[in-house]
Nanobody, 122 residues
């Protein structure tokens, strides 16, 4: 059974940094994509960043240059380093996984974590 468990959320002032982690277990596909999505109150869930099994990374336009996605394959941990945070980055951040190549469509992702709250104050 696949489990994704996020951690690292919290409250920070604008301009600050946070690093989110997602511990994955029970996932055994060689060709996969791991991604971070976020959902703010009253808004649709949006893709933030993704990384595939060969290490290619993809970013949403609003976070390019500020966020970095990476993975520790040995320990099955996905990270999202978030720098220069803005109030509009406030949301619940979700870790997700799917077989095959990365895409931004959330319906393509089979597995989801429970989410972790990020709050950025001005």
């Amino acid at each position: 059974q696949v489990q994704l468990v996020e951690s690292g959320g919290g409250s920070v002032q604008a301009g600050g940094s946070l690093r989110l982690s997602c511990a994955a277990s029970g996932y055994a596909h060689n060709n996969y994509c791991m991604a971070w999505f976020r959902q703010a109150p009253g808004k649709e869930r949006e893709g933030v960043a993704s990384i595939d099994s060969v290490g290619q990374t993809f970013y949403g336009d609003s976070v390019k240059g500020r966020f970095t996605i990476s993975q520790d394959n040995a320990n099955s941990i996905l990270y999202l380093q978030m720098n220069s945070l803005k109030p509009e980055d406030s949301a619940i951040y979700y870790c997700a996984a799917k077989e095959g190549w990365c895409s931004w469509g959330e319906r393509a992702y089979n597995y989801w974590g429970q989410g972790t709250q990020v709050t950025v104050s001005s």
